[in-house]
């Protein structure tokens, strides 16, 4: 079938596209779609938010021009929660729906690309600032790639938290999510923060599990990971991390701090929708009028994030969650110079029934990602691979290397994918 086609035909039936353009521009071009916080020239790009309604880029994000020189075309935009926040793309406007069961949520926030990945095989530019591309990879099914932070240029990507964002990959196999990856990475004049890979490091054979995350994952979950553990013949280690809710917590108040600060252009003077101003009309009611195309959980994290940084609490928040951070980092480093990496299941359980999130707090909905948030964190690359399923879903399992050693992440994935 033609690969429009079944893009379109995958978005009627899960909801998972933002846009398909009209036709593929160039012959015998490599697919790939993109998630909607990145800019591709002349396709409209929301970020999963109302308030860009009507936005459409007249310039290509780094990744995109080097998948695009690559010979790939960019076959569609994916939907995602608003600004990426969430767990399970519940949060945005068009809510997609997972391939393996449809009264089930796909993930989020890169939900578009994982369910779009599973149902048509075409791989995907995502982006991960807490969780984001192993959290759908694993519920859909897929193969998802977070790299180094800094490995990557964030140029055109509309940002949810500058020192978390980090664009990677999805497919259905390692290997062309790793290629993929190849295609995107490299030094860029644009993004200051974008760094060249350090040496490879000597593998250990020898890889750590963190007993306080798998404590906090449900046990057929855990057991099916384990079955992969035991098939890679590979020698694990349980280890602790003491500081995993610290890094919880830290994430979400900088995550929510730095949200805030990128938000605030979105008053419709330059940036976000554009309303009529009435002549009786004060700024703030015109402000007012304007922010109010933001979503529930964009709002709550504005407010949150903006309290975490207000002066007389900066202390007691804001920096005080730099400073777990640093913690974080060191713990994880430390266990790094004895591991080649950790791994852990992807998420703490199958992929939820719509009808089960919508009973969540915004706290519970927010610890669904203690697999997730440590390691990214601490800026640290990592994959999602499938393996198996419970109760007719996905399982993931997550590898996890140090900084810039996405070979030996990747080395260990193939031994996953190989053994399922
Ligand atoms: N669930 C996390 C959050 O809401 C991570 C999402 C993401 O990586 N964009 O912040």
Request: net charge positive; glycine share 8%.
């Amino acid at each position: 079938m033609d690969a429009l086609k079944k893009i379109i035909e995958a978005d009627e039936k899960f909801n998972c596209c933002t846009y398909v353009p009209k036709e593929i521009e160039g012959s015998g071009k490599k697919l790939v779609s993109a998630k909607d916080n990145l800019c591709v020239k002349g396709m409209p790009a929301q970020a999963g938010s109302k308030i860009l309604e009507g936005y459409v880029p007249p310039f290509d994000a780094t990744v995109v021009e080097r998948a695009k020189k690559a010979g790939y075309a960019v076959c569609a935009k994916t939907v995602m929660d608003e600004f990426g926040f969430g767990t399970f793309n519940v949060n945005t406007y068009k809510v997609p729906k997972n391939p393996h069961d449809p009264t089930r949520a796909t993930g989020g926030s890169s939900g578009g690309s994982a369910c779009l990945v599973a149902a048509t095989g075409i791989p995907s530019i995502a982006e991960s600032t807490g969780g984001s591309i192993t959290a759908p990879s694993a519920f859909c099914g897929v193969v998802g790639v977070t790299p180094t932070y800094g490995l990557v240029s964030r140029y055109g990507l509309i940002d949810y938290a500058n020192s978390l964002d980090k664009i990677g990959t999805m497919a259905t196999t390692v290997t062309e999510a790793f290629s993929l990856l190849d295609t995107i990475k490299g030094t860029d004049k644009k993004d200051s923060t974008s760094t060249q890979p350090a040496q490879e490091k000597k593998l250990k054979n020898k890889i750590a599990l963190p007993k306080e995350i798998w404590e906090r994952t449900d046990e057929r979950t855990r057991k099916q990971c384990w079955k992969a553990i035991d098939a890679m013949g590979v020698e694990a280690e349980e280890v602790s991390l003491k500081h995993v809710d610290s890094a919880l917590y830290s994430y979400y108040i900088i995550a929510m701090a730095e949200a805030s600060t990128n938000l605030a252009k979105y008053c419709g003077l330059r940036y976000g929708l554009q309303n009529e101003y009435g002549p009786e009309e004060t700024y703030t009611e015109y402000f007012t009028k304007t922010r109010n195309a933001f979503g529930e959980e964009a709002k709550r994290r504005l407010l949150l994030g903006s309290f975490a940084r207000t002066s007389g609490y900066r202390g007691k928040y804001y920096e005080k969650a730099c400073k777990v951070r640093t913690l974080v980092i060191g713990e994880l480093k430390n266990h790094l110079k004895e591991y080649d990496g950790f791994l852990t299941p992807s998420m703490p359980a199958i992929a939820p029934k719509f009808s089960e999130i919508a009973k969540l707090s915004p706290l519970q909905h927010y610890r669904m990602d203690v697999c997730t948030v440590p390691f990214n964190l601490a800026g640290l690359p990592h994959a999602s691979v499938p393996f198996g399923k419970v109760d007719g879903m996905p399982v993931g399992v997550q590898i996890i290397g140090d900084h810039f050693q996405e070979k030996t992440v990747e080395k260990y994935a193939k031994i996953i994918e190989e053994r399922k």
